[in-house]
């Protein structure tokens, strides 16, 4: 098979078009099926409850549909089970099916890594807990995890603050078992409910089938990506030998490319991006494609800041360009703009498009645009 030679352009290029991120949003009315095709599309909105600006998976979402995407849209399409929450993921309902011979080998086949091994220990040792939690759901869900019952016997040990936040902990790993399933939210709070009752009687796909099948669809939503990375627990970032073999000029690796996206043409235009965005989730990816510096700084001591708390990276074609220190200050009214950080100094033309493009999004969240300049 031909191996592709694609410089650092063309692979921006083509990972843009995937994304969604190259055509013109739609301005017209709104349409129902515009958000379970775009998550089809995307294979996964992630789930951020901060909203400095917006959450995360509504950015993504106006950021590909534009005005008539409503956050309204997203709420019901979890509440009819169109798109279902899984492992801090939304998804289509369908593709449940794809998980679940996964979930019936937890932690795994072949050789499995020592902390999944340790995770599945852990799990064993609180066998009496994890029953108490099925029968109570069975009985009364879907309830909060503060509802459930507290048994373990072998405490959740973390270098973080997960520290002894069993009940919390056994869920998460009850959800890769296949056991229960996100049912809604109560505020912030996730409800929890046997997943039988959740997730949709779809026939299982045999699990290698079902591991090529999410490949594919990951490299259709990716344009271009690694053949091989680290391990990701939730959501790779590589796709294996799907695709074609394509080399990057500059870039060490092995690729494999969507064919489909090769010699598309890309219009591009400037769009405003959530830090959690699929373009640049991948911070590796991010800098040998894009040459961009780039880091989500809420974590961050206020001094130790050069972008902001929520910072947006802004996309002008196909280059990452700068990013944008807003906040949304809804008590107030308005949208905050602290600072547009340009990379390089914008042309006249790229700044009345980043100026539009903020102006929209202050429309899209019903604030007033605040920009001291």
């Not at 290029?13 to 995937?18: F, G, H, Y």
Request: aromatic letters at 6%.
């Amino acid at each position: 098979m031909t191996v592709h030679e694609l410089s650092r352009a063309d692979a921006r290029r083509i990972a843009v078009r995937a994304q969604l991120l190259a055509d013109p949003r739609p301005s017209g009315p709104p349409d129902p099926t515009e958000l379970p095709d775009l998550v089809r599309h995307l294979t996964l909105l992630q789930v951020d409850a901060t909203d400095a600006v917006a959450p995360s998976a509504d950015l993504v979402a106006w950021s590909r549909l534009g005005p008539g995407y409503a956050p309204a849209d997203l709420t019901a399409a979890l509440a009819d089970r169109t798109l279902i929450e899984l492992r801090g993921m939304i998804r289509p309902a369908e593709d449940v099916a794809l998980y679940r011979a996964e979930m019936a080998e937890w932690p795994g086949r072949g050789d499995v890594a020592v902390w999944r091994l340790a995770n599945r220990d852990w799990v064993a040792a609180n066998d009496a807990c994890r029953r108490d939690i099925l029968a109570r759901l069975a009985a009364s869900g879907p309830l909060v995890a503060g509802e459930l019952p507290d048994t373990c016997v072998v405490p959740w040990r973390s270098s973080g603050w997960n520290d002894n936040r069993n009940v919390g902990q056994l869920l998460e790993l009850m959800v890769v078992r296949g056991e229960v399933a996100v049912a809604g939210r109560r505020g912030r709070d996730r409800l929890w409910d046997l997943a039988e009752r959740v997730y949709p009687d779809d026939p299982v796909v045999p699990f290698a089938e079902a591991a090529l099948i999410r490949a594919e669809r990951r490299l259709r939503s990716l344009g271009i990506a690694r053949a091989r990375g680290p391990e990701c627990p939730v959501e790779p970032g590589d796709v294996g030998e799907v695709g074609e073999p394509a080399v990057i000029e500059g870039v060490r690796g092995r690729w494999r490319v969507d064919p489909a996206q090769l010699g598309q043409p890309v219009a591009g235009r400037v769009a405003l991006l959530s830090p959690l965005d699929r373009l640049v989730y991948d911070r590796k990816r991010m800098v040998e494609l894009f040459d961009f510096d780039y880091q989500l700084e809420m974590y961050k001591p206020v001094a130790r800041r050069r972008w902001g708390y929520y910072a947006l990276p802004v996309l002008s074609g196909d280059r990452l360009v700068g990013k944008l220190d807003a906040t949304a200050d809804r008590k107030a009214g308005v949208l905050r703009v602290a600072a547009l950080h340009e990379d390089e100094a914008f042309d006249r033309a790229t700044t009345a498009a980043v100026s539009d493009e903020i102006e929209d999004l202050a429309r899209w969240l019903r604030l007033e645009l605040d920009w001291s300049r």
